[in-house]
């Protein structure tokens, strides 16, 4: 299903901080299916060619992935460390902050960390770069294990 509210979010926020004299940005996505499924990437660079601009991404989006996921792949982390970008693009398994089982605190607390980690990470290799959380949607019908 897609949901294009979110992405057309993205883009805007991305296109709003072009700045003047530099048409050309890049980002690096880390996500999951979401991300790859509803091709999130090529529609922001579609958006940014369509106003003039050029826009080059990488992406990384095994299903499934989380923001600890990332933290510990190697390929992640490689794709971080290669540098070449302008922003890192982090979207976050659809249901892991929404989870209301035992010990959901220390489950977020941990999510959170990821997000930390790679946005650390990032800022290592260059203070410019600006991290963006992308959230996924909630499901109609809610998380499963609740019903």
């Excluded at 190697?74 to 010990?103: F, K, M, P, V, W």
Aim: charged letters at 15%; hydrophobic letters at 35%; aromatic letters at 14%.
């Amino acid at each position: 299903m897609k949901f294009p509210l979110f992405k057309y979010c993205l883009v805007f926020l991305l296109l709003c901080s072009y700045t003047y004299g530099q048409s050309e940005k890049s980002a690096l996505f880390l996500g999951n299916s979401y991300t790859y499924v509803n091709d999130l990437h090529r529609m922001v660079a579609e958006i940014a060619i369509s106003q003039g601009n050029s826009f080059r991404y990488k992406s990384h989006t095994p299903g499934g992935y989380n923001w600890s996921s990332h933290a510990t792949d190697s390929t992640s982390l490689a794709h971080i460390a290669a540098g070449d970008y302008d922003y890192l693009i982090l979207q976050e398994q659809s249901t892991r902050l929404a989870t209301n089982e035992n010990g959901a605190a220390k489950y977020q607390h941990y999510s959170i960390m990821g997000a930390e980690y790679l946005d650390f990470q990032a800022k290592l290799l260059d203070t410019c770069v600006r991290s963006m959380l992308y959230l996924a949607w909630g499901r109609k019908e809610g998380h499963g294990i609740y019903q």
